[in-house]
């Protein structure tokens, strides 16, 4: 079971977009639709931004969208704000009730 | 709401003992599942292991051999046990509900730091 490769930093400026990528294999992101994205600010418990893929959950803003094709999901973070700095990590749903997350990407709003 | 306790020290080859108490709702459902996820200083999310409501458990092959999991309805509890601990374990630990079987994490306990130390 190995983690799920994304990158280690993303950087943008106010008002821009930027997108993570979370690849795995076909074990696990390119066979299941249950892909979620988690938020971490320093020192805190990650928070639900997207499950399923590309759904969000109440509360989150509609800034934050979740796509997939084929081994590759992403999330896409539009009008970026200063609080959107953090970390990121992607999880996804694998073979025989297991799950495996990313190495987590570093987000900086310049 | 999700919420770890445990001994934030351990010694190298004990057993680590964390229990995670929720508040809010019974666990004794049968969409109600537990997830453990651990994080290294300064590395990513590990998943450790999955607990039904059932007691039903699954678990990170690369753990399996060390981790035991329970599940006390009466006192809303699910609890972890990682034995023959090494510093390799030392990480933030914490649980966080499980969204059906094969869903998502949400929302998570603050956390709990264990540091094992002689």
């Known amino acids: 079971q190995s983690a799920l490769t994304q990158p280690a930093s993303v950087s943008g400026s106010p008002g821009q977009s930027i997108t993570i990528s979370c690849t795995g294999t076909?074990?696990?992101?390119?066979?299941?639709?249950?892909v979620s994205w988690y938020q971490q600010h320093p020192g805190k418990a990650p928070k639900l931004m997207i499950y399923?893929?590309?759904k969000r959950p109440s509360g989150v803003s509609n800034r934050f969208s979740g796509s997939k094709s084929g081994n590759t999901a992403s999330l896409t973070i539009s009008g970026l704000q200063a609080d959107d700095e953090a970390d990121y990590s992607c999880?996804?749903?694998?073979?025989?009730?297991?799950?495996?997350f990313g190495g987590g990407t570093k987000l900086t709003v310049l | 709401q999700m919420q770890e306790s445990g001994p934030g020290l351990v010694k190298p080859s004990e057993t680590l003992s964390l229990t995670c108490t929720v508040s809010?709702?019974?666990?004794?459902?049968?969409?109600?599942?537990c997830g453990w996820i651990r994080q290294p200083p300064g590395k990513g999310l590990e998943w450790i292991g999955s607990?039904?409501?059932?007691?039903?458990?699954y678990y990170n092959p690369s753990l399996k051999s060390r981790l035991t999991t329970f599940v006390d309805t009466s006192k809303n509890q699910f609890s972890l046990k990682l034995s023959s601990v090494t510093a390799a374990d030392t990480a933030v630990y914490y649980c966080?509900?499980?969204?059906?079987?094969?869903?998502?994490?949400?929302?998570w306990g603050q956390g709990t730091l264990v540091t094992v130390s002689s």
């Open positions: 076909s074990s696990d992101v390119g066979s299941y639709n249950l």
């Open positions: 607990i039904y409501y059932s007691g039903r458990s």
């Open positions: 999880c996804s749903y694998a073979r025989s009730s297991t799950w495996v």
């Open positions: 399923e893929g590309s």
């Open positions: 966080a509900r499980l969204w059906d079987p094969q869903g998502w994490f949400d929302p």
């Open positions: 809010g709702g019974s666990i004794n459902s049968k969409s109600y599942y």
